[in-house]
């Protein structure tokens, strides 16, 4: 690993040939279209009983987001679903957004069909695809963002929209206010994390560098367990490395058993705590005996402090550092961060099984 590529911007356009790294850096720009889009919205169903966010990868974890988000601001449940169908209790008092960037995801369409068939109220989300193809025949709701991103990329236009109705929705207050603080906020931490930011002052490059040759875990605790499955999730997408997430207090009861003799193993982990000035003491205590137990056991510990005042502006600028980290340990490693090779060839190699072809079929059929 040459760490003077994190400082040699020329070296940075070679290795990043789709400017994933632009994406983070312009990431403000995006969350402020997505606010425009949203704006725009008009939805007339009235207020459900529980909410499904139906996405995959980099689709679904806007959904995840806005569980965490919302927890302590709604009475309405929110599940996230990754399966083919819906759970047993969604009916037509169940609103379904259903999130695909392509529109043309195979668990996706399974789900939208199903919502379908169930009479759902359903709000999809998508650049195109065969999702948008059939909610517009079928005069389902829905907003077309921006296409010619990668999914993970594009989650200011997957997550906005369906945060910004939730309030519309008056499911629940402080969604708009919140938002423009984290705009704000995200402009500060992207400069500071930008790739003009020589690495010593930069934390997301110095992340990167730390990680090394480590497979990263992100602890996170209450609202920051999307953000931690977030982590996860770019660091194998962009730096094509294994990496894992846990959350407090669950890995108290588990997690913490694993270092107990992982010997040799612990020195291929680096664990990074997500921290904020202000964590409820019962999970600043669980932290501080968790870190020193695994300081014991020869694991590198970090810590990632969140800033800003509200919790979308504290779970966003965090999002964005991770988002940064994961590129630079990609640039480290000498790979392109925006290909997904392995998830293109696994969506090419399933097509001989037609499960997609078939839901398509039954689609057609929906009027
Ligand atoms: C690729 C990515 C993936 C996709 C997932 C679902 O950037 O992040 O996780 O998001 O394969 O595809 P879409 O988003 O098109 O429904």
């Not at 009235?46 to 009475?75: C, F, H, Q």
Request: some cysteine; aromatic content about 8%.
């Amino acid at each position: 690993m040459n760490p003077s590529v994190l400082d040699d911007i020329q070296k940075i356009k070679t290795i990043d040939k789709e400017s994933m790294i632009n994406f983070c850096t312009d990431s403000p720009k995006h969350y402020g279209k997505a606010s425009e889009l949203a704006e725009k919205i008009q939805v007339n169903y009235p207020k459900p009983d529980n909410i499904i966010v139906a996405g995959m990868g980099g689709s679904g974890i806007g959904g995840e987001l806005i569980k965490d988000w919302a927890r302590n601001k709604t009475y309405v449940p929110i599940e996230v679903n990754r399966e083919y169908n819906l759970p047993a209790y969604a009916g037509k008092k169940t609103l379904v957004l259903l999130s695909s960037y392509s529109g043309d995801t195979e668990e996706s369409l399974g789900a939208f069909l199903d919502a379908l068939r169930r009479g759902c109220m359903i709000f999809c989300v998508s650049s195109g695809g065969a999702l948008l193809e059939h909610a517009d025949r079928l005069k389902v709701p829905f907003v077309r963002v921006p296409g010619g991103m990668p999914p993970r990329a594009a989650l200011p236009y997957l997550f906005v929209p369906a945060l910004l109705l939730m309030e519309k929705m008056e499911l629940a207050k402080g969604a708009k206010e919140e938002l423009s603080e984290a705009l704000a906020l995200l402009e500060k931490v992207c400069k500071d994390n930008a790739p003009e930011k020589q690495q010593k002052n930069n934390f997301s490059k110095t992340l990167a560098l730390n990680i090394g040759q480590t497979a990263p875990v992100a602890y996170g605790f209450g609202f920051y367990r999307s953000v931690a499955m977030r982590f996860k999730q770019q660091f194998n997408e962009n730096s094509k490395v294994p990496a894992k997430w846990e959350v407090f207090s669950e890995l108290n009861h588990n997690e913490i058993v694993g270092w107990e003799r992982a010997d040799d193993l612990a020195k291929c982990f680096s664990a990074i705590f997500i921290r904020d000035k202000e964590e409820p003491v019962e999970i600043n205590s669980r932290i501080e005996i968790t870190k020193e137990l695994m300081e014991q056991e020869g694991v590198k510990i970090f810590e990632v402090k969140a800033e800003g005042k509200s919790t979308l502006a504290k779970m966003l600028s965090t999002v964005c550092i991770f988002d940064f980290a994961s590129n630079y340990l990609a640039l480290l490693r000498g790979v392109d961060p925006t290909p997904v090779k392995t998830i293109n060839y696994l969506k090419d190699t399933l097509k001989h099984n037609k499960v997609r072809e078939k839901i398509i079929a039954e689609l057609t059929k929906q009027s």
